[in-house]
Each structure stands twice: as structure tokens, then as C-alpha cells.
């Protein structure tokens, strides 16, 4: 277990020695030797040599009989590696299955077979008691998928419990084939059909099928395996989204430094860092050691691990690496290195922390308004060490033009006080201005009340004025408001009805000199892929609530996200997609027909998707003014935008985002288009969100009048000289509804 | 009403006159007149042109004042052409909503005046008892089909009962864009972004997206408006699967014959023919009158409809029409064609009769093994024509074959007997050979047994040995049996236990020169588009039954539906998925291990998909070698395949197609690819199948090692000398399995 660092909780984290001794049977010394390197776990096949060989006899004498089928027998003692007993039930062991079937193939007796084989170690496997089981991923350039598929689907109803993790490199499909031949067509590796397309991202479109073939069930997860070259930012971006249980990193991974011990590149080391926060474990494999290549090790207690001193360039760029003629490595260093790298990691940022356990976990939206909330909810939002501050640096510079404008006498009110910290900061706020203000407090929840009863009695010296009451009923004493406060925002600003609160008791406000803090606040969205949510869902929907579920905006930390619309340096386009002001102009209101419909609103946006992938939700924000100093040299602002968060109320915390889903996700293709729509509705009585999106991809036409040939036929047989880009439709989502959810007025 | 042809039921039809007096109100005298010309019915406005210009106001006053809302009032008398009375009720009036507004407007005014005044119109339609309306289509170019959907959504949502029929043309957008305009890009007619693809299938398109976002609801419709210019054959193909309500005919789709009078061409007669299958209302615009051009017809005595003489080319290209200097049409000289068409329509197929009222209906497929099947069930089967006189060929061929052998006592059992139809059959086919037989009856349907008695007694002369069993279990007396002949073929062949039944009894055939009839049998799949049973499905899905009823295959008289493979000609790509041939040989029984496993199956196949469409399920047909004589020169065959059964075993109704269904729908776009794979597994217990699709599209990209930009951004660099067409993979489906239904051995 590693310490951690002074006042933090340790992250705990575990690494386990990747099929040390492949082919021969596992037994107490080898998991022994294992912990006395300090391993906390080991992975290990469950069938041997032996099977292997019997199986491909079997499958040889089939062929020679000229039979289409195969029927391999089940396990017997000499085929299998471990048993039931203390050791497999120690829990330290991870079982994978065999490595040399090919479950994909396109020659039915061998997919038959490896089908047989699999599912004879997962039954074997659960029968012995292993909780999780490695499976390579396809083998065959993605030309049977649905085989592969359906071996695993079939596999994972096999036993009940058992988890079961795909293998799959980070870069590059794991077929064996080299580097080089994936970008050179012209190497027939014999293996990779010219015509399916590789890329960066094909590795997570395996992932991808696999995952949706089998519904997004948790019980599937990936071992994402590391080697030594790597793929852009995007791609580990993208796969950080995904469920990865298992981080195999392989010792092809590391360079050797100038003393000849293994270090990570920094990119590796990055990469490591930010997959940690998904705390997966953690797999060595030392395929250098494998063919028994190293030479006597030196004294560990020699080893130190000083900065890498770069030989090669690293990054991406595939480069060959050169070995420092001393070789001091052996397994144990590259264990001690990631030890090392993984207890020497900087602290996660506050909200990390804050949020531990809440990543990914979906939050039905307050409905303050009709609820009264409870003190531990207040406590939560009062543990925001900035929220505050930024209000009382608003308060001070609304006194301060209140003052240089004359006005005297100022009346400052909190409405929907809560438990008072507002309060606390106003009062901060006007003894820093050398203001005497007359200090209101406004609440309808008379729980809370008698807590600001308490606060006004201890703390504020009976300062404050307290009002139990809805603020839409206030009726304040023969005076107006100067500075009008609230704190009523929610995750998409105004879904917690902060513009119906707002609206109800702007009356009080002062007409030419009141100000509202805050001012103007403004929703942002953009679409995500969100595969943990979506599981999430999918696994939730059972039969009375299958329709509503899906129609509800979550309140959720997002972390296993990809954000779909990047522009060219990998930030989110995240669209506003309206702006609430107080106080609203008088004339408004006076039109008003009683149904609120001035504070309707909608929003159409149209977001650029450079690689494919799929949508899964619509991840919503806030920002909000709360005081731009009346010469505009001074401006307060909350953001829970991702890109603007830090340069407006940097480690936050009071506000996770909100998560619209779509019930059915949409795939797009790279270079494609989402539009999406959202609607704030209102009859007066509640209010609700509608939300739909609909998909673009692009065609090449030519410019002049087409003869309806299909575009890629035209495409061929002409130059590209002269052509338009069209949109076309993919696909469009219902029009998902939060009506029945929706916040009482 | 339309006179039937003698002996054929007469198809019902219904010709109404589309908006005979735009803007003024509706009247007895409006319907009176409307009928006097036999029309059935008419469409009329909801409001008139008081209210256009009043609502028109309102809208430009708010415009002016800078107000970013606008609020349109309820209807009040003067504003309405319709009132709640007999007039209404008479079921004879289609209402039209005003086709001014502009749904889906950029202009948020004009959006949301136009949405208010829908849904006030709509909200009074319902009140008014009216049971339909019609709703032109959007108008920007599917610029804001979010705008217009939301607006139709929630105008479903006003009335429980009133069904809502959207407007679209069959070929083009309804923009008031000239045909011209749309092909030549150059012409910035203000309204088509030049960045959205325009072709056959846009409008239709703009359908999908409409339906799609309402959940496929029954209550929403299409009007499909004919003109002059037609779309080709696939686009209609692809219209006649949608749920077409009304076929709006319009004058101008109508050429003039030489004696002046209204004709239809060629194509839109083909048109008309074909779409009548749906029993569509038709409504007649007549356009060419509404400026009072027409001159005093002739007299309508004098009216003759000679066959066409084409003064021009008709058929897709757009061509001028000439019109006769002499004109002698009125509107009601269209009605009367149309209504000679109509009633001259050719007899429909035997299966169209038979399956009246079928269409699209989904059964659960039968369980012969395991469930005892009605009388009716049997007299259903019993009314094919062509099947018995297809097994009544094969017998024959049989037996001349076996006489050739010198085979002497030849046995004939049919296993499976139900009430008798085959065995009669066998006895006229040996009649009819002069071959003296020993005739066997085997069925386990105790019932059916029973009438098999009474057959034998009334019809037989006891000429057949009757046994009550199931056939597995049979043990025939001191004999051979050489013709072996059964009927338990499913719709898709396999899927009633044919093979598993047959296994069991194939003991009881003569080793050398037994004859199985059928000798062998094969399943056969395509993906389709079917809006109409997914529409069924969604619908049917409640709390209990959500995930079950997707994992069906259903039996289905497939009607509303298109091949989305399709070859250049037009005809589906249809691919066999595996094949049954009995007898088995002995030593694939004897492998055997209790698990049936020598009866299961895969397929997998790639269907080239040339247009863009949804893929909503997979159809699914057989064939069947009954018998091939030994020397080749006889074959006798079923087929339910549509492009072999005319040739195989024309008009056979014996079979509706089988249809697997997908949760999903998934969307494809031009010149993609559907992989489909079927398996068929069994356990020794139950017999199932599973089904999953993988779609496909292509990109173009440069033959030599890329750079990882996105393949558009790289075409758009170089020329097209080299490069190479990829397969990117779209999405996948799930698994579906039909294991919880399965059918029991």
C-alpha cells in the first residue's frame, strides 16, 4: 500500500506481476516469490501447454476428416494451471484465459473451438472461485466481430459474478503486426484487409462494439495495455471515458536512464498520473525478461532513479530506442519505478477530493423551492471555499458604487438566506467598505430560520433583520432594497427557478440604483460521451420507471467523459444557451399572461465532431455575473465551465454539472455534426427542459449538376477540382421531456 | 364506392377535393356542391384569412417594438371557417391548418407565433369533433427541424384522438423552390443554404426526422403530394413503406389528352396502382383553376378517356409539357378520371386476398412440437393452392425414380399429418404413377388424429395406415419406409424443429434408396426498413414486456416495408444463411453428444446498402428442394423468397416472411454497409436464435502512409489519383437473442 502524502489520504493502489510464468502451473511459490517482490497480486493462465496441444489436435483431426464441426471436451486435471484452494481464493490471483485461441476466426472449426475453450476456463474459472478474468481482445483485423461478440456475451452468462476484462492495446490494434505494416498497406502481413480502415482510434472501436454488443453491462470491463509508443492526447482522452480496470504496462514501455535502470518517458508518466484518478490496478509484464535475455542483475540496493536524461526523442513519434550498453534492470526495477511514480503523485485537485465517490454517480436535481433541504445539504454547499469569497468580493464593490452614486442608508437583503453564510459575508463585506447597511434575511424554510435565529443571536450581535417567508411574499418596510442577494442557482443556472424566485420579489429593489447579485446568469451545454452513465442507466431501467429515467437532468460529478466537439487544441465547444438578467425590465413582467412565458427560452446549436464516437448525453453548466463594478473595472463571475472555470472561481466546488441522457446513444462518424436543441418551458405552474439532437455527417458533391450518382462513384471517377461539402442527416433523437420531472413554481 | 371487379372483392376508396375555396368558410353549400361531384369528401382551412391578417399584426407590431416574444390569442368567431356542428360531424371534412405560418422559422417571432397558432387550431379541430388534420411540411430547408418537431410533438399532445398527416412532396422539397433551382446551386434562391444536400430522398428525410422524434406515434401520417415530376422507382419504393394516409393528387401532375381532357401518364398510373394497396384517402387539388383560368368546359357527356398519346416524354425527366391548344378540363373531369382509374384497377394477388388484413400484423410463430394446433390453424394451411401441388409433383417424381430402381412395396409415410392434405396427395400422386403404395399416416395431435380417422373412413377407403405419435418414437412394422415426406417447414425453414423432428425419424428410411421429401431446405436473410412494425413494437412495449417483445422473431406479412441492400436493378440482396439436407449422414447422429450441436448454425454476411435509410429489423424466407429427380431433369421447389417465388412456387400463401427485430433502430447512410449474422443454437433442449447487425461506412483515403488528419480535410489537399476506399465501422447492435422464447424439442 503506498503512504500518502502529509494531511492527504493515501490513494490506494495495487501492481501485479503479469503472467510470470506462462505455461506452467500455478502454486504457492510463485505467488510467494511474487509478494516477496512486493506484487500484490498476480495474473496467471488458467489451461496449460498441455491443453493447448490437445485442443489443436483435435481441431487437426477434425480438419483431416474434412468435418465442419469440432467438439472440444471439458477440462481435465493435467489441463489446468490452478485448483480451488487458499491460493485461488486469496483473492490475489487474476485468471486469463488462453491467449493462443482466436475466438474471431474466419475458419469455423478454430472459432468453434476457442469458443469451447473460452467458455470452459470461464466456467472452470468461476467455479474455482476467481473474481475476474483477463480476455485477449479479437485477432483478426475486425473481420468477425460478431463472433467475438457473441463468444464473449455467451461467456459472460456463463457465471454470474465473474467480471470479465478485454485486453486491448492503447494504440494500434493487438493483432501482432507491427507498427510499421499497419501505415505500410503494402506489406501484406496477410492479416490486415486493405480496405478496413486503421487508425488511432480503431483500438476503442473494438472496445466500443464489444461493450454495445453486450448492453453496456458492468461486469465487462478493459485492460488497457501500454507499450512504448503512444497515442495522442485526444485518444487517451477517449479512453479515459472508459471503464479501465486493469492498466498493463509493459517493460517495452520504459527507457532505460543513464545508470541503466527503467524510467517512464514523461508522456508515459503523464499518462499514468491522469489514469490513476480512475484507480485501476495495476499489471507488469516484462517481456524483455522473457526470453531469459537479462544479465545478472545489480544490487537492488543500488538502484537509484534520478531524472531521465533523455536519449531519444520521445512523444509519440516512433523512434528507436536506444539501450544504454549497461543493462541494470531487472523485473523487481521496473516494479520499484512504478511504486515509486505512484506514491510520489501530486494531489488531486479539490474537487477530486471533495467529490470522492460521487465520479459518475447520478443525483436527481434539488427542487429547492418545493422542498425545504436539509442542514447537512446546507453544510455541504457551505464547505465551497470560493463561492463565497467571490460573493462578498461582489457585495463590497456594489456598496462601493452605491456609495460614490450617494446613496445612503443602504439596505442589503438575503433572500433564501439557508443557514446564513451570505449573511456573513454581506456584513464582511460592508465592515471592510466602512458601509452601516440595514442587513435583511429571508427564509421560507422554518427549520432553517430557526438556525439564522441562533446565528443572528451568536454571531451577527442581532445585526440582521430575519423574515420567514417565501421571498415572493416579502413585503420589506417602508423601504426599498438596495442589494438584492440570492444564491439560487443550480447546475444549469436556472433550473433550481432562481428567474421565478428572482421575478417575485424584484419589486422590492430600489428602481434606478437597486442592484441584483447577481446579475445575469447563462446556461452552456455541449454533447459527451458519458459510457459509465449510460451503463449506469441501461442497468437502472427496469419495468415501471424504463421511460423516465431517461427523461430526468442529473445532477453528476462528470469524470468518464469525452467531450465529442474539440476544436484543433482539444478544448470543448460548449455553447451558451441563454442568459437570465435581473432585474427583469418592468414592461416584461407587465406582459406577462400569467404563464410565465417570458422566461421561456430556447436554443439551437450546431457542434463540430472531428472523430467519431457515440453521444451519449448532453452535458449542461453554468456561469454567472455576480457584480460588474458600474466603470467596469471590476467583475465577479462563478463558472462550472470546464475551460473557464480556473480563470473565474478556480477549485469551486458547489456545483457538479448537469447530465441530460438520451435514451438510445447516436453514433457519428469522424468529421460529423450534432445539432442539438434544448427548450426551457414553462406553463406557470412548472417548469421543465425539452432536448433532442440530431446528426450530420459531410458528402463531397460536385459542384455542377450531379446525375444522382452515388457521391463516392462520382467521386472516382472525377479530379477534385471543383466540389461543395454537403450536410446530410444521420440520425435524430426523440424529443426527451422532463415534464413529468419538472420543478413545481 | 367503387364497383368490385365480379367475383373480387370491390376495394373501397375515397376521393376528396383538396381546399376547394381557399379562406372562405366552410358550408353545407361547400359540402352539398363537393358532393353533387361525387367527391366523398373535402379539406378545408381551420381559420381564414381574417385570422392570417390579424395574427400577421400582431406579429409586426411586436417586431417593431423590438420584443423578442409575442403572444398570440385564442380564436374568436370571425376568425374560424368551422364550427362544432352536423357539418363537422359528418366525418366528411379533413381539416387543414393554416399553411402561412412557418414552424420552423430562424425568426422567433414568426416560430413562435406560427407554433401558438397550430396549436390553437389544433386545440380547436378537437373540439370541433374533426378526427384528421393536415400539416404542411417544414419550410427552411430543414434549417431548425428541432423548431418543427417540438411544434408537432406537442401538438400531438393536445388532443388524445385527432391523428395529424404531414404534407411532403414525393420528389423534392415543399419550399416553393423550382425544380431548377434545387439541382443549380448558383441560384441563391434565399432559402436553400447551399451546404445541405438536396436529392430524391430529402424529403423523405425530412419525414424520418419527424417521426423519429415522435416516438413513431400511429396518430402521425403522411399526405404525400403527387405533381408532375416523379421521383424513381427506389424513392417511391421507399415512400410505399411509410404510412401514407392521403395521396394529395394535384392537377398539375396530369397531362392533356388530344381531346383536351385530364390524363394521368404511364408512371403516375403505375403510381396510383401501386399505392392503392395502402387505401389511401386521395384528395385532389386542382391548381390549375385557382386563378380562375379554366374556360367553360365541355360538356362533361362528351367525355371520353382514350389511352394516353404522348405528346412528350414522361418518365423522370423533366420535361416541358405541351399543352393541347383546345382545353376541355374541368376539376371535375380529374375526379372522374381518377375514379375510372381507380375502379379498373387490376384483380390483386392471391396473397393480397388472402392476406387481407395481415399486413404487417405480427404472430408469434408457431410451437407445432409443443402445442397442439387448432382445425382453423390447419384449414388456413390447407387453402394454398401451389403447395400441395408442389408436394404432389415430388411425390410423383419420387415414385418414378424408386420404380426405375426396381424398387418394389414402396412405402410412403407422411410424419406429421395434421388433417390429412398430404397424404391425399401421395395417394393421387401414386394413382397418377400407376404405383401401387403402402400409405402411412403418423401425427401426435390427438385431435387431428381424429379427423384423420374420419379421412381415412370417408375419403381413403382405408387405404392408410393411421398412427398416433409423435414421429420420433414411431416404429414402423417390418419395413423400410422410402419416401419420407413432412411439412414442417417455419418461415424460416429451420424454425419450427424441422431438422430436429426429421433427425429423430430418419431411422425409419430405407438406407440406400430412402427419399426424404423435402430433400433439403435453407433459411434466407436481408436487412429492411420497417416503420410500421417498429412503430407496432414501440407501442406494444410496456413495463412488463419492454425487453421480450424485441427478442421475438415474429411471423409477419411484410407489406409496408424496403430493402435497404439493394443491386442497380432494384432487387434485394438476399443472402442464405445455411442449409438442412436430410437424410443426415449417419456418422454426424452418432458424433452426436445429447447437445443437438450438429444442428446449429451461422451466417454472416455483408449487405451493400447504396441509399441512406433506418434498418428497423431483418426480414427472413426459405426455399426448399422438395425433390430433384436422380437424373437432374426434374426439380420441384418452394420459395417465399420475393425475388424467386414466382419462379419457384408462384402465389403460395402457405408462408408469410419471418421478422427479426432490433430495439434500435439504426440509421445508415448513402453507400454503407449492414453486416448481419445469424446463429442458431440449440442445447439439446430448446432451439434459438441470435442475431446482431454491424453497420458500415467508407471513407476515401490517400494510398500512402496518412498523417491521421481526417480523411475530408486530406481529400480536400490532393487529387484523386491515389487512394483507397476504407471500411470505418458506424455502430452495432446489441445481441439479440430469442432464447427466452425458444422453441422446445
Redesign the interface.
Known amino acids: 500500500m503506498a503512504d500518502g502524502i502529509e494531511g492527504q489520504a493515501p490513494m490506494a493502489f495495487f501492481i501485479g506481476e503479469h503472467l510470470p510464468a506462462p505455461g506452467s502451473a500455478l502454486s504457492f511459490n510463485i505467488l510467494d516469490r511474487a509478494a516477496q517482490d512486493s506484487y500484490n497480486m498476480i495474473s496467471a493462465h488458467i489451461t496449460n501447454i498441455n491443453y493447448q496441444a490437445k485442443v489443436q489436435a483435435i481441431i487437426e483431426e477434425a480438419r483431416s476428416n474434412g468435418s465442419t464441426?469440432v467438439?472440444i471436451p471439458g477440462l481435465e486435471v493435467e489441463d489446468v494451471n490452478m485448483h480451488p484452494d487458499d491460493l485461488v481464493a486469496s483473492g490475489k490471483v487474476i485468471g486469463v484465459t488462453s491467449q493462443w485461441i482466436e475466438l474471431d476466426s474466419l475458419d469455423?472449426l478454430i472459432a468453434s473451438a476457442s469458443r469451447q475453450v473460452l467458455h470452459h476456463e470461464i466456467g472452470y474459472a468461476g467455479f474455482c472461485g476467481l473474481a475476474t478474468l483477463l480476455i485477449d481482445g479479437p485477432k483478426t483485423a475486425?473481420q468477425?466481430?460478431?463472433?467475438y461478440?457473441?463468444s464473449i456475451?455467451q461467456g459472460l452468462a456463463i457465471n454470474a459474478y465473474l467480471t470479465i476484462n478485454i485486453m486491448l492495446p492503447a494504440f494500434g490494434p493487438s493483432l501482432g503486426v507491427k507498427q510499421e505494416e499497419i501505415?505500410?498497406?503494402s506489406q501484406d502481413s496477410g492479416r490486415i484487409p486493405?480496405?478496413?480502415?486503421y487508425?488511432?482510434l480503431t483500438s476503442w472501436?473494438i472496445w466500443?462494439?464489444i461493450r454495445?454488443?453486450?448492453?453496456y453491462t458492468s461486469r465487462l470491463g478493459l485492460a488497457l495495455q501500454i507499450e512504448y509508443s503512444l497515442p495522442?492526447t485526444h485518444t487517451l482522452k477517449r479512453w479515459f471515458a472508459e471503464p479501465i480496470r486493469y492498466l498493463i504496462i509493459d517493460s517495452s514501455a520504459f527507457l532505460l536512464n543513464t545508470k541503466g535502470y527503467p524510467v517512464l518517458t514523461k508522456p508515459h508518466q503523464r499518462l499514468v498520473t491522469q489514469f490513476a484518478r480512475k484507480n485501476p490496478f495495476y499489471l507488469l509484464s516484462n517481456t524483455r525478461f522473457s526470453e531469459g535475455e537479462s544479465e545478472d542483475p545489480a544490487d537492488p540496493a543500488d538502484a537509484e532513479f534520478p531524472p531521465l536524461v533523455p536519449k531519444v526523442r520521445t512523444g509519440g513519434a516512433r523512434q528507436t530506442v536506444s539501450v544504454t550498453p549497461v543493462r541494470r534492470d531487472d523485473p523487481e526495477s521496473y516494479r520499484k519505478y512504478l511504486y515509486y511514480h505512484l506514491i510520489n503523485l501530486p494531489p488531486p485537485p479539490p474537487l477530486d477530493s471533495f467529490g470522492a465517490g460521487y465520479q459518475d454517480y447520478l443525483q436527481s436535481p434539488l427542487q429547492p423551492l418545493a422542498d425545504n433541504l436539509e442542514s447537512m445539504t446546507y453544510e455541504v454547499f457551505e464547505k465551497d471555499p470560493v463561492k463565497y469569497d467571490q460573493y462578498e468580493k461582489a457585495v463590497f464593490l456594489a456598496l462601493q458604487d452605491l456609495r460614490q452614486q450617494g446613496v445612503e442608508d443602504i439596505c442589503v437583503a438575503v433572500v433564501g438566506a439557508g443557514r446564513g453564510p451570505l449573511v456573513t459575508r454581506c456584513l464582511r463585506a460592508a465592515t471592510n467598505a466602512s458601509i452601516d447597511i440595514n442587513m435583511f434575511a429571508i427564509e421560507k424554510n422554518p427549520n432553517a430560520y430557526t438556525h439564522l435565529m441562533k446565528k443572528n443571536r451568536d454571531v451577527w450581535g442581532g445585526a440582521v433583520t430575519l423574515i420567514k417567508t417565501d421571498m415572493r411574499k416579502w413585503e420589506p418596510p417602508n423601504t426599498y432594497v438596495h442589494i438584492l442577494v440570492s444564491e439560487l442557482l443550480g447546475s444549469f443556472a436556472d433550473n433550481e427557478l432562481s428567474p421565478e424566485c428572482l421575478d417575485g420579489v424584484q419589486r422590492v429593489l430600489h428602481p434606478t440604483v437597486g442592484i441584483n447579485i447577481p446579475q445575469s446568469y447563462t446556461a452552456h451545454y455541449t454533447p459527451i460521451m458519458a459510457p459509465k452513465i449510460h451503463g449506469d442507466l441501461v442497468s437502472r431501467a427496469t419495468?415501471?420507471n424504463?421511460v423516465d429515467i431517461y427523461e430526468v437532468p442529473y445532477v453528476v460529478m462528470l469524470t468518464a467523459i469525452d467531450f465529442l466537439s474539440q476544436n484543433v487544441n482539444g478544448e470543448p465547444n460548449i455553447h451558451q444557451a441563454w442568459e437570465f438578467k435581473h432585474p427583469v425590465p418592468e414592461d416584461e413582467l407587465e406582459?406577462e399572461?400569467g404563464f410565465n412565458?417570458?422566461n421561456?427560452r430556447?436554443s439551437?446549436a450546431a457542434f463540430p465532431i472531428?472523430?467519431?464516437g457515440v453521444i451519449h448525453g448532453i452535458a449542461g453548466y453554468f456561469e454567472c455575473v455576480l457584480y460588474e463594478s458600474a466603470d467596469g473595472t471590476g467583475i465577479v463571475e462563478l463558472s462550472t465551465r470546464p475551460d473557464t472555470i480556473d480563470a473565474k472561481s478556480k477549485d469551486m466546488i458547489s456545483w457538479f454539472a448537469i447530465y441530460f441522457p438520451l435514451r438510445?446513444p447516436m453514433?457519428v462518424?469522424?468529421?460529423s455534426e450534432a445539432?442539438v436543441?434544448f427548450?426551457r418551458h414553462t406553463d406557470g405552474r412548472k417548469v421543465w427542459y425539452?432536448w433532442?439532437v440530431?446528426t450530420f455527417?459531410?458528402?463531397?458533391?460536385p459542384?455542377e449538376?450531379?446525375t444522382?450518382s452515388?457521391?463516392?462513384?462520382i467521386?472516382?471517377q472525377?479530379?477534385?477540382g471543383d466540389y461543395?461539402?454537403?450536410?446530410?442527416?444521420?440520425?435524430?433523437?426523440?424529443?426527451c421531456s422532463s415534464k413529468k420531472n419538472g420543478c413545481l413554481m
Open positions: 464441426r467438439y469455423p475486425q468477425n466481430m460478431a463472433g461478440c457473441q456475451v501505415n505500410d498497406p486493405p480496405d478496413v480502415l487508425d488511432e472501436d466500443n462494439t454495445t454488443s453486450a448492453r495522442r419495468s415501471s424504463s406582459h399572461c412565458d417570458h421561456q430556447e439551437i472531428p472523430r467519431r438510445t453514433s462518424p469522424d468529421d445539432q436543441s427548450w425539452d433532442m440530431e455527417s459531410f458528402v463531397l458533391l459542384a449538376g450531379g444522382g452515388s457521391p463516392m462513384t467521386m472516382s472525377k479530379s477534385f461543395t461539402r454537403k450536410r446530410v442527416p444521420i440520425a435524430v433523437s426523440e424529443i
